[in-house]
């Protein structure tokens, strides 16, 4: 890929429409072999973004998930301890100190996500999911990973990636991270698709879809962002929703005709009271304009 | 862009509190070279743009040093995206003595026609420079500017219009739209002809959220400060005090467990462990809600309730003129409430009007019987008594009852000797005094107190 232009449209062709001024960081990112660290609210395509990435680029994908209490030994390693254990059983006649090297070597090693892909041999992207799920802790054990492609394991040493890995960190902002690990990565904010990316979104996730509906919904959908709710529909749940009104053999948007559906687009019973208030007032105001 | 405009924009960043490594300056000028054909906004905003709330900042500092031709044409002769339509002197439909007599136009005959391109005539650069040549502040220019833009005029008929139901939705929100655009747009021309007037980017660090008072800060500003404030509430609760306390969880206590097995003759049964315990025991905070204080006491009580672990026991008191006690709001996370509860208690209990004396009276001689004497007390308020007894013999007397008394006071220093504020009377018998005015004071005090 010689341009950003030419990563959207590696992207495209794996089914993921990305915005210019997106696509042209991504692609510094790529270029300058720095990790990626994409926020967003949830549901904007930040993870789909690095699933496509790695099918454009032909990487193998490897995803750490993360969440309150993630530690070392499910992200990076652990020892295998039942193993060590046979070991030990299988040698007792064996002199002490040959055993205690033995023990402790890759043989025993069990690789969690950031370990195998520093190990990996073939190119790989490394997702790391939701990172402001995690602790700080773990925040800033990711700092010699992020930087030097490498990590430090006490009883092995430091162990530097064989193929760098195209690293993508995605965080949905529900806290804030230090000013160490964001200088370390290029940044994108990714936000809600414009009404005409939404609906090229739309046709080519779901190509049944007529472009009518298609069209109606992703402004139905626009309109319903607008409001004051706890949780905004994402691409995926417009999506979802193209899809219900659809498998009910809806040709258009009717106001009138969306209770029940609601539920697909919302997830909050508060949020989709509020939104069904609303309807009748649009459905006022669009029968009056009729 | 050449070494002159990149080194600028560097220093302009930095001077408005981005972070630039010298890495990103590698990183930048490597993109530069290999890709020419990128847009140097685009590769410069990628590189050195590490947080969402910086790429407004980045935008304006952009706009003012390459795109402004006011602030450039002493430096930059060659400057290639120099705009002639923001010639101050250019006599557009917005030149001086169109539409209202100080040189604006009014929205109310233009609104409706409004977009980015004509928002630029709609107010002359010269005017701008005029206003902020006077002794008014950054919001009380974009004040006048709008007004006399007749901007709110023009608000109003369509609030008026969409309540009566006259206006459809859709053109409502339509209207949200301009109506934000043309605000932005104002805010940043005053911003450049502050920059330009001041030859600073002093007026820029002022309006930084972290910097800006907490009363003028946007609904997105808020957010921010309340995310900063989660931040440092979190970094704290990983700062144990030095005492130890037995526990379920925490690292084994080895003295104990050996003193245990004892009586097993020796054998285990189960592990001791032991924590350590939280600095300070018990805080009290005590807020002023009068009108002028409701912005700074949001921003306390969201960092009492981020801070709750910390503390064996928390105690929440409003006041203006008498006291009542809130504490169940720590508890909630969704503040909402609070502001509910300001309304509706501080309208029946007080008469609007602060009185300090009267509340430390109070909260001496009926609320501290049960405070530990372990306790801090914080008080947020701005001192002003309203010209009524300063009584600060029960200050006194609270302070000698607790370990130590914090005054948060949102206004500027000099303001504390005005002739209605006893903050001079009360900060003898305060452990610390601090100005809590923006989200960079309330960092430095949640380091400095909790």
Avoid at chain 2, 71 to 98: A, F, H
Avoid at chain 2, 113 to 119: A, E, G, Q
Avoid at chain 2, 217 to 240: D, M, N, Q, Y
Avoid at chain 2, 412 to 430: S, T
Wanted: aromatic share 8%; hydrophobic share 40%; with cysteine.
């Amino acid at each position: 890929m010689t341009s950003p232009m030419d990563l959207a449209k590696v992207l495209e062709e794996e089914g993921y429409l990305i915005d210019k001024e997106a696509a042209t960081t991504l692609f510094l990112a790529l270029a300058l072999e720095k990790p990626c660290l994409i926020e967003g609210p949830a549901g904007v395509g930040k993870t789909q973004l690095a699933l496509a990435l790695a099918r454009a680029e032909k990487r193998k994908l490897i995803r750490l998930q993360c969440y309150e209490g993630l530690d070392l030994s499910k992200a990076l390693y652990d020892w295998n301890y039942a193993k060590q254990l046979l070991r030990l059983q299988l040698s007792k006649t064996e002199d002490w100190d040959e055993v205690k090297v033995d023990l402790f070597s890759e043989e025993f090693l069990l690789s969690r996500p950031l370990l195998e892909s520093i190990l990996s041999e073939e190119p790989v992207l490394l997702l790391i999911d939701e990172l402001d799920k995690s602790d700080e802790e773990f925040e800033s054990f990711l700092l010699e990973l992020l930087a030097e492609f490498q990590v430090s394991i006490p009883e092995l040493g430091t162990i530097s990636s064989k193929t760098k890995p195209v690293v993508i960190l995605t965080s949905n902002n529900t806290r804030d991270f230090s000013d160490a690990l964001r200088r370390r990565c290029i940044h994108i904010y990714l936000t809600y698709p414009s009404l005409e990316r939404e609906i090229s979104i739309l046709r080519s996730q779901a190509p049944e879809l007529s472009e009518q509906l298609a069209k109606e919904v992703c402004e139905f959908v626009a309109r319903v962002r607008k409001l004051p709710l706890q949780k905004l529909p994402s691409v995926s749940e417009t999506l979802d929703f193209a899809r219900a009104l659809q498998a009910l053999h809806k040709e258009d948007l009717n106001y009138s005709e969306l209770m029940g559906t609601l539920s697909v687009l919302l997830k909050y019973p508060k949020d989709i009271a509020k939104l069904e208030e609303r309807l009748k007032k649009w459905e006022a105001e669009s029968s009056q304009r009729r | 862009m050449d070494g002159w405009n990149f080194i600028r924009l560097v220093h302009a960043l930095r001077q408005v509190s981005l972070s630039i490594s010298s890495q990103d300056i590698l990183d930048a000028q490597i993109c530069l070279a290999r890709f020419p054909d990128l847009s140097a906004k685009q590769i410069t905003k990628s590189i050195f743009v590490h947080r969402p709330q910086d790429a407004a900042i980045f935008e304006t500092v952009w706009r003012i040093l390459l795109q402004n031709p006011e602030s450039s044409t002493s430096n930059d002769s060659d400057d290639e995206t120099k705009n002639p339509e923001e010639n101050p002197d250019s006599s557009g439909i917005g030149g001086k003595g169109v539409g209202r007599g100080s040189g604006g136009v009014s929205l109310t005959v233009k609104g409706n026609n409004l977009d980015s391109s004509n928002i630029s005539n709609l107010m002359p650069f010269a005017r701008l420079e005029e206003l902020t040549g006077s002794e008014l502040g950054f919001e009380d220019v974009v004040k006048k500017v709008l007004a006399e833009m007749d901007y709110y005029s023009w608000i109003n008929s369509y609030d008026l219009a969409y309540q009566r139901g006259n206006l459809s939705e859709e053109t409502w929100y339509a209207h949200q739209d301009r109506r934000d655009s043309l605000n932005r747009e104002i805010r940043q021309r005053v911003m450049t002809a502050q920059v330009s007037k001041e030859n600073s980017w002093e007026p820029l660090v002022r309006q930084h959220w972290l910097f800006k008072s907490l009363n003028t800060l946007t609904e997105k500003e808020k957010e921010l400060v309340k995310s900063s404030i989660r931040k440092w509430a979190r970094k704290l609760a990983f700062r144990p005090g030095s005492r130890w306390k037995t526990s379920h969880r925490g690292i084994i206590d080895i003295s104990r467990v050996i003193q245990e097995s004892v009586q097993w003759d020796g054998l285990l049964f189960h592990l001791s462990y032991r924590q350590k315990m939280p600095r300070a025991s018990e805080l009290v905070v005590l807020c002023d809600v009068s009108n002028s204080m409701a912005a700074f006491v949001e921003f306390l009580i969201y960092l009492v309730t981020c801070l709750r672990a910390r503390f064996r026991k928390i105690r929440l008191f409003f006041f203006i003129d008498s006291v009542w006690d809130v504490s169940e709001f720590v508890c909630d996370d969704d503040l909402s409430g609070v502001k509910q509860e300001i309304k509706s208690t501080g309208d029946k209990v007080s008469s609007g009007f602060s009185d300090y004396g009267e509340v430390f009276r109070e909260l001496a001689e009926n609320r501290l019987n049960d405070v530990s004497s372990r306790a801090t007390l914080v008080i947020l308020g701005d001192g002003k008594n309203n010209y009524r007894p300063a009584q600060t013999e029960y200050l006194a007397q609270i302070s000698e009852k607790v370990r130590n008394v914090y005054w948060l006071n949102p206004l500027e220093i000099q303001e504390w000797n005005e002739r209605d504020n006893m903050m001079h009377e009360y900060q003898k018998y305060c452990s610390k005094v601090y100005r809590c005015r923006s989200a960079s004071d309330l960092q430095k005090i949640v380091q400095d107190v909790f």
